[in-house]
């Protein structure tokens, strides 16, 4: 089992800044990729980023490739997700999840542990 808790959404103006973070524990989380999704109202849950277990790979949806970054410290079995010059449409419940494979996927089903999610709603 992996346990993982998201920390660090809250309220931001659009053209802000944000940074999320995804405190894992239990099994070897440095041995599994991470993807972090969003879900807003009426909307499916969708792929924002991922990175390899090592970090050596990074990957991100069209709509925030430029303006979020992805990155992972092993030793504090802990993922980031910075997120600049944030717009209105990024509002939404952010999840971490991870799968238990060195690579990363965009398919939501092929992620066995999520956390239970944080707010980030950004005004304009």
């Known amino acids: 089992q992996v346990q993982l808790v998201e920390s660090g959404g809250g309220l931001v103006q659009a053209g802000g800044s944000m940074r999320l973070s995804c405190a894992a524990s239990g099994r070897t989380f440095s041995n599994y990729a991470v993807g972090w999704f969003r879900q807003a109202p009426g909307k499916e849950r969708e792929f924002v980023a991922g990175?390899?277990?090592?970090?050596?790979?990074?990957y991100y949806a069209d709509s925030v490739k430029g303006r979020f970054t992805i990155s992972r410290d092993n030793a504090k079995n802990t993922v980031y997700l910075q997120m600049n010059s944030l717009k209105p449409e990024d509002t939404a419940v952010y999840y971490c999840?991870?799968?238990?494979?060195?690579?990363?996927?965009?398919?939501?089903?092929?992620?066995?542990?999520w956390g239970q999610g944080t707010q980030v709603t950004v005004s304009s």
């Open positions: 999840a991870t799968r238990t494979f060195i690579n990363v996927v965009t398919m939501p089903a092929q992620y066995n542990y």
């Open positions: 990175i390899s277990w090592n970090g050596g790979s990074t």
